[in-house]
């Protein structure tokens, strides 16, 4: 059984940060990519940042420059450094994990950031 635990949301004022964290444990092999997910209430879910096995990257627009993803693929763990943070970062945010020869996908509960002053 794969989970994935997030930690680091929370509130923030507009123009600050907060660094997201992401641990997934269990049967994982093969891992091909991590990143995040973001829903805003009445949108859609929406790819953030995703980081491959291999340390490739690739960031939403309207989070370039602002946002950097990382990993430690020994610990399957993933981060996202959140910076210059605007009212409209507002959303829960997701981790997941693709991984194995079928490329699964495991999700984590989400973790809430809200940026307001």
């Known amino acids: 059984q794969v989970q994935l635990v997030e930690s680091g949301g929370g509130l923030v004022q507009p123009g600050g940060s907060l660094r997201l964290s992401c641990a997934a444990s269990?049967?994982?092999?093969?891992?091909?990519?991590m990143g995040w997910y973001r829903q805003a209430p009445g949108k859609q879910r929406q790819l953030v940042a995703s980081?491959?096995?291999?340390?490739?990257?690739n960031y939403a627009e309207s989070v370039k420059g602002r946002f950097t993803i990382s990993s430690e693929n020994a610990k399957n763990t993933v981060f996202l450094q959140m910076n210059s943070l605007r009212p409209e970062d507002t959303a829960v945010y997701y981790c997941?994990?693709?991984?194995?020869?079928?490329?699964?996908?495991?999700w984590g509960q989400g973790t809430q950031v809200t940026v307001s002053s």
């Open positions: 997941y994990i693709q991984y194995g020869w079928s490329q699964s996908t495991h």
């Open positions: 269990g049967s994982i092999f093969r891992v091909n990519a």
């Open positions: 980081i491959t096995s291999r340390g490739s990257t």
